[in-house]
């Protein structure tokens, strides 16, 4: 097994971003995705059997925007600090996450991430939170279970994300009182997505967000 500088001395050959593939995810991850939006908005007329399957695909490419926000938090999408920056702002007004919050909460998280010296600096993260067998078998049954569901791959990676970053990620919920920054990114945020939202409706009209005529009666 390779030794830890010897890994070091293979990877670091990519450690440097490169300009174009970045431009060329950057391109596809949003492109594809306001290209499998419209699609939807003018299919949602035709047949919703056809939309639905469509709001996959677009789910694929909002991932993969996500992804370039989380390089732009590490600083490793762009050699650039003020274009990670602006890009990570902007990726976040499409994953409804806070960007600065995020990235600090995000930064507490890689550096607690199963250290058990360290756990309670994980604040309410589950994904950075870890325990040893010892500790599981002295817990009770109930608590037991409670450890179990919430690290179930159903309930860890489908149920919970959708409350982290539809409700909780509106409100600084675990930021620590000298976030002052994070916490007014917070509200920002909320802001811009509330003038995004209304500039949508405003120019496509709110009236076509009422069920066609073709499956109205579903």
Same mark, same amino acid.
């Given at each position: 097994?390779?030794?830890?500088?010897?890994?070091?001395? $293979?990877?670091?050959?990519?450690?440097?971003?490169?300009?174009?593939?970045?431009? !060329?995810?950057?391109?596809?991850?949003? !492109?594809?995705?306001? @290209?499998?939006?419209? @699609?939807?908005?003018?299919?949602?007329?035709? /047949?919703?059997? +056809?939309?639905?399957?469509?709001?996959? #695909?677009?789910?694929?490419?909002?991932?993969?925007?996500? +992804?370039?926000?989380?390089?732009? =938090?590490?600083?490793?999408?762009?050699?650039? &600090?003020?274009?990670?920056?602006? +890009? !990570?702002? #902007?990726?976040?007004?499409?994953?409804?996450?806070?960007?600065?919050?995020?990235?600090?909460?995000?930064?507490?998280?890689? =550096? /607690?991430?199963?250290?058990?010296?360290?756990?309670?600096? /994980?604040?309410?993260?589950?994904?950075?939170?870890?325990?040893?067998?010892? *500790?599981?078998? @002295?817990?009770?049954?109930?608590?037991?279970? #409670?450890? &179990?569901?919430? %690290?179930?791959? +159903?309930?860890? %990676?489908?149920?919970?994300?959708?409350?982290?970053?539809?409700?909780?990620? &509106?409100?600084?919920?675990?930021?620590?009182?000298?976030?002052? &920054? *994070?916490?007014?990114?917070?509200?920002?945020?909320?802001?811009?997505?509330?003038?995004? $939202?209304?500039?949508? =409706?405003?120019?496509? =009209?709110? @009236?076509?967000?009422?069920?066609?005529?073709?499956?109205? /009666?579903?």
């Amino acid at each position: 097994m390779p030794q830890p500088d010897q890994m070091l001395s $293979v990877t670091k050959a990519f450690q440097t971003p490169i300009l174009a593939s970045s431009l !060329g995810q950057l391109a596809t991850s949003f !492109g594809g995705f306001f @290209a499998t939006c419209t @699609a939807m908005y003018l299919c949602l007329a035709v /047949s919703l059997w +056809i939309t639905l399957p469509m709001s996959a #695909l677009a789910a694929g490419f909002l991932v993969r925007i996500f +992804i370039i926000q989380h390089d732009c =938090g590490h600083g490793s999408f762009f050699r650039s &600090r003020r274009a990670n920056q602006l +890009i !990570g702002y #902007l990726c976040s007004l499409m994953t409804l996450t806070p960007y600065a919050f995020w990235r600090r909460q995000h930064a507490r998280h890689h =550096g /607690s991430w199963n250290n058990l010296d360290r756990r309670a600096a /994980s604040g309410l993260d589950i994904y950075s939170s870890c325990m040893t067998v010892a *500790e599981y078998r @002295a817990l009770g049954r109930w608590r037991r279970c #409670l450890v &179990r569901l919430t %690290n179930h791959p +159903i309930v860890a %990676n489908l149920l919970l994300p959708p409350l982290v970053f539809v409700i909780l990620y &509106r409100v600084p919920f675990d930021a620590a009182k000298g976030w002052r &920054r *994070e916490r007014r990114g917070v509200y920002l945020t909320n802001l811009a997505l509330a003038v995004f $939202v209304g500039g949508l =409706g405003i120019c496509l =009209g709110y @009236a076509r967000g009422s069920p066609p005529s073709s499956y109205r /009666s579903w």
